[in-house]
């Protein structure tokens, strides 16, 4: 896939980790209130999937408190299994680069191990994101009541063309996309737990 490029767990972990936006108002090359109206129209539309479900105050307190615990778990071990093959490897691809500044060409050994790695670590990342879906989904079925949780399954039937499968993997596939697909998903669970605890003046309406 690559010669000598950045290794793709780094990219991919630049991509996960870096300093950027969970909505469009740290976007500089938007006016102010155009990036605000971008973020409530998002905002909108993930509403659109969650306020039938009818989750009130305290259970979006509980969200929020899942959602953080499980994005520090998941963003700690994408930390870990990335950092794990750079202590091989990391001393010499810094001396290969050096060496190169003056010329030359990568070695062949080196291009494969790196290879490997890369590899490695989609397998990897693949497997630590199954089980985060599968603790996430688990916690709010835990969180929601069965009446919610049948609400759910009937949206992602109604909603996600997958064809035919069981009430958990139709389950499962509402919070990856509704929940963990959403970049703006804490700070708008936030908002809903503020908005929705007893005496804000709102309730959830279905």
Known sequence: MIAFVRPIWLVLLALAFMPRPASAQADPSLPPGTSAVFDAIDDLDKLRLLNPI?????????????????????????????????????????????????????????????????????AKRKVEQDKNLKLVADGFRAILTPEQNKKIIDSARQDFEMGRGTDEQFYNLWVRETIIAYPRILPLFRDIAKARMPGSGSEPQS
């Open 54 to 122: 009818g989750i009130n105050g305290a259970q979006a307190r509980k969200i929020v408190e899942l959602l953080e615990t499980r994005q520090k778990a998941y963003n700690q071990r994408l930390i870990e299994l990335a950092v794990e093959p750079l202590k091989a490897i990391g001393e010499e691809i810094k001396a290969t680069r050096d060496r190169l500044l003056t010329g030359g060409s990568i070695p062949t050994e080196l291009d494969e191990r790196i290879k490997k790695s890369q590899k490695d670590f989609v």
